[in-house]
């Protein structure tokens, strides 16, 4: 074997160790944490996924027996999917839960195309048959190419629109971290597509990734649980009673403005509204939401307040009477199925099972009031 080639091998080891290493670092971090979220899922689900494309480009695995290939195959390729998946978690709003039907069928053809061009077709074969090509290699990727391209739009509209509430408490070095990810990804794909990679190629997309993950993880380290909270949001929200003297005293008298002023039931509810209402600087009160709550960010907050007080009024007498709809309508939710969604999100049980249920103890896991 030429000497350089070997170099170019031992340097793709190297650097897939190192990324290795940072992406078990991030695995075991969140895996940790109970209860597991979904984007914590989301990312030791991403972090396999792209240790499996690293295993892909090692060159010892290929004379790998079929069958676990076939498993290291299928969770390479699922890495873009997964990606757009964490970025959706982390961006979109709450309330949206349910998967766009059109991105499930999209994935899903993109994993059949793609796992059926590894383990039937040589790749050699499918580049000399320019349908073939298009139909395994091409449209997948093209695919993909998409939702990673989507997700890395969705992060870059978290830095510009500053005036919304949910953008306030998101840490830039995460969203540049995501951005990072996704311009891989990207270039993983896109190389890949069109048949331009190289172990020199695959060498500098493994030391990118190690860069990459190294960095996010020693901001996760640095600034827990501020970063943390994007992934494990509600684990991490305080109890008023460990709070000290001086924040408790500050803590309520947050809560009985947001009751006497019934802030919680107007419709686009502001951070600056409440701070207004106070008065408080809004900085100071974002501040104290997010590290000394722990909240993840204005949102949260609110959604958990209106969460505790629909508990009360869907379990105390003589609200128990009351409807479902006018109940959410006087949270301040937008619509009856919003609040259902919300609520069965974050007990476990609609509204409707709830007053049913009648659990004593069903709303009192950190939630301020």
Not at 47 to 52: Q, W
Not at 77 to 97: D, K
Not at 144 to 156: E, F, W
Request: overall charge positive; charged content about 15%.
């Amino acid at each position: 074997m030429d000497p350089d080639t070997i170099t170019v091998h031992h340097w793709l080891c190297l650097f897939a160790a190192l990324a290795f290493s940072q992406l078990l670092i991030t695995s075991a971090t969140f895996a940790q944490r109970k209860p597991i979220q979904c984007a914590s899922r989301l990312m030791i689900a991403l972090s396999i996924g792209i240790s499996a494309y690293m295993l892909t480009g090692i060159p010892i695995m290929q004379s790998a027996h079929p069958a676990p290939l076939f498993v290291i195959n299928l969770l390479s390729i699922s890495s873009p999917a997964l990606f757009w998946m964490l970025s959706r978690e982390l961006f979109q709003p709450q309330t949206n839960t349910q998967m766009p039907i059109l991105v499930v069928i999209l994935v899903g053809t993109y994993l059949t195309l793609r796992m059926t061009g590894i383990s039937v077709f040589d790749d050699q074969l499918l580049r000399q048959q320019p349908a073939m090509l298009a139909v395994f290699i091409y449209f997948p990727q093209l695919i993909m190419i998409g939702l990673v391209s989507h997700a890395c739009l969705t992060a870059l509209q978290q830095i510009h629109e500053k005036d919304h509430e949910d953008t306030h408490s998101l840490p830039k070095s995460h969203i540049i971290f995501i951005l990072t990810l996704g311009a891989i990804i990207f270039m993983v794909v896109s190389t890949s597509a069109l048949g331009m990679v190289s172990d020199l190629t695959k060498a500098l997309y493994y030391f990118a990734i190690f860069l990459a993950a190294f960095a996010f993880n020693t901001q996760l380290l640095r600034l827990e649980p501020v970063l943390a909270q994007l992934f494990i949001h509600g684990s991490s929200v305080k109890s008023p009673t460990s709070l000290n003297p001086k924040d408790q005293q500050q803590y309520q008298r947050i809560m009985d403005t947001m009751r006497k002023e019934r802030l919680y039931a107007r419709p686009g509810l502001t951070l600056r509204h409440v701070a207004d209402a106070l008065p408080m600087r809004e900085y100071r009160l974002r501040e104290f939401i997010n590290k000394t709550l722990g909240y993840r960010n204005f949102n949260q907050f609110v959604n958990a307040f209106r969460l505790e007080l629909a508990c009360e009024k869907l379990s105390l007498p003589p609200n128990d009477k009351v409807l479902i709809s006018a109940i959410a309508w006087d949270l301040g939710y937008s619509s009856p199925s919003t609040f259902n969604k919300v609520f069965k999100k974050r007990f476990g049980v609609t509204p409707s099972e709830f007053r049913k249920q009648i659990v004593a103890d069903g709303c009192n896991d950190q939630v301020p009031v």
